[in-house]
């Protein structure tokens, strides 16, 4: 089975900054996409970045030039570096993969359980 486990929330000022990881374990598992996904209090989910394993990028408008993804496909670690944070960046941010099986090649979406980042002075 696949398992996402995020780590480095937390509380930071505003201006500072933030690295989030994420390891994925399923060793018949192909991690295509992986990525990060927000949620603050009263909203819905929202996509902040993702990138392929052969290192496609895709931000939203809200984070470029301040956010930054990475991954290391040798761990099947992904690495969000946050700078620059400001109070609306408070939510909890998941991790999300699109994995597929080797078998059967049969992909789908896992999450990670969260984790929280308060921007707060």
């Known amino acids: 089975q696949v398992q996402l486990v995020e780590s480095g929330g937390g509380l930071v000022q505003p201006g500072g900054s933030l690295r989030l990881s994420c390891a994925a374990s399923g060793s018949t598992f192909n991690f295509y996409s992986m990525g990060w996904y927000r949620q603050a209090p009263g909203k819905q989910r929202e996509l902040v970045a993702t990138i392929t394993s052969g290192g496609s990028t895709n931000y939203a408008d809200f984070v470029k030039g301040r956010f930054t993804i990475s991954r290391d496909n040798a761990k099947n670690t992904v690495y969000l570096q946050m700078n620059s944070l400001k109070p609306e960046d408070t939510a909890v941010y998941y991790c999300?993969?699109?994995?597929?099986?080797?078998?059967?090649?049969?992909?789908?979406?896992?999450w990670g359980q969260g984790t929280q980042v308060t921007v707060s002075s």
């Open positions: 999300n993969s699109f994995a597929r099986r080797y078998s059967d090649y049969v992909g789908q979406n896992y």
